[in-house]
């Protein structure tokens, strides 16, 4: 028999299909809430529901924005001869935090994946391509993960983008297997000074 009420195992139900979180941390973090005011837990069911109310893509580089275009693709001083390719949004967080990157973004939402049906018309390859043909960018840095996917995607990448962009990739500075968004300021900095440059 289930001791805890239904409406806390609803909780703990939900947060269990959270990244990283177990059956343990999902109880812990369900309690605080009920023990907390419950003004919070009204907050925090607001701010959860505004996620999908209120955020959406950005029609130019898919970052989930209040606004469309997103700030970054609004910014006058950003170089628009620059674009950084990444697989998703907690990628472009990470850049922008080591300041070492003054170009666009493109957010491709995803890494090919054959394996998992996942091909170039699930992720937004197509996207890019037409913002190429627009001719105003100069130099393309794919900056995926250096897993196995990540690779793949990078390899798939630079041959669609040769012979029409300076493709540059991430070099040294992120270890080998790691996914980008968990690597220091410092090593992401390095490999975006450091890229490999490859030309058309
Ligand atoms: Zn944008």
Redesign the pocket.
């Known amino acids: 028999m289930e001791v805890l009420p239904d409406a806390l195992v609803r909780v703990i139900k939900s947060f269990r299909r959270l990244p990283g979180i177990g059956e343990k941390t999902a109880t812990r973090l369900a309690l605080h809430i009920l023990r907390r005011p419950h003004a919070e837990a009204h907050e925090l069911a607001r701010d959860l529901d505004e996620l999908h109310s209120l955020i959406r893509l950005?029609s130019?580089?898919f970052?989930f924005?209040e606004e469309d275009?997103?700030r970054?693709?609004s910014d006058t001083r950003r170089d628009d001869s620059m674009l950084c390719v990444v697989e998703g949004s907690g990628d472009l967080m990470a850049i922008e935090k080591t300041g070492a990157f003054k170009g666009r973004y493109h957010i491709l939402h995803g890494v090919l994946s054959p394996m998992d049906g996942i091909g170039p018309a699930e992720i937004k390859v197509e996207a890019l391509i037409r913002r190429l043909n627009k001719g105003t960018i100069k130099e393309v840095l794919i900056a995926t993960s250096s897993t196995v996917p990540g690779e793949a995607t990078a390899s798939y990448l630079l041959e669609r983008l040769k012979n029409r962009v300076i493709v540059s990739r991430l070099a040294c500075g992120i270890p080998l297997g790691m996914d980008i968004k968990y690597a220091d300021e410092h090593s992401l900095a390095r490999s975006i000074e450091s890229r490999k440059i490859n030309q058309p």
């Open positions: 950005c130019i580089c970052a924005s275009p997103c970054i693709c």
